[in-house]
């Protein structure tokens, strides 16, 4: 189970490869509300339909997001670009005691099931790593890019 959630995590919904960008008209009210509620603020949104799930790509501020709604309505994923500045103590903490050897290339927050994660890609001098940490530090999935 833990398994096939990092997977989801990862993978961004991927289960259902296949993805084709609609217009704003053809996103069922049920999901552009919970969208709306949620992100009041949200800039340069575009919306793809993955699977039975809607899959939006925006802006809020200067950070990009992504979330995913199922077609009731409910956000079952929320992906944002996240700065390694700001990452928590114990996610830092985790990273400079386990993965020295590497550079954060990039980092993003995700939300799903009402817990937060932090995905971080790595640069290494011979590998790429993206590894997938809870927010006390755990490292729940670490895989070479």
Known sequence: MKTLMISFVL???????NAQ??????????????FQTKFANA????????????????????????VWIDKSGNIKKHKEDFPKSDLPAA???????????????????????GKVYYQIELDGNNEER????????????????
């Open 11 to 17: 993978g961004g919904l991927a289960l259902t490869s």
């Open 43 to 66: 800039t340069d949104v575009e919306w793809e339909l993955k699977g039975d799930d809607y899959k939006a790509e925006f802006e809020i501020g200067k950070r990009d997001h992504d």
């Open 21 to 34: 960008d609609i217009p704003k008209s053809q996103v069922p009210s049920l999901v552009l509300n919970a």
């Open 91 to 113: 996610v830092k903490q985790k990273l400079e005691s386990e993965f020295s050897n590497y550079k954060i290339d990039d980092a993003d927050k995700i939300e799903m099931d």
């Open 130 to 145: 993206k590894i997938l940490l809870s927010a006390d530090g755990k490292v729940e999935s670490n895989n070479v890019d």
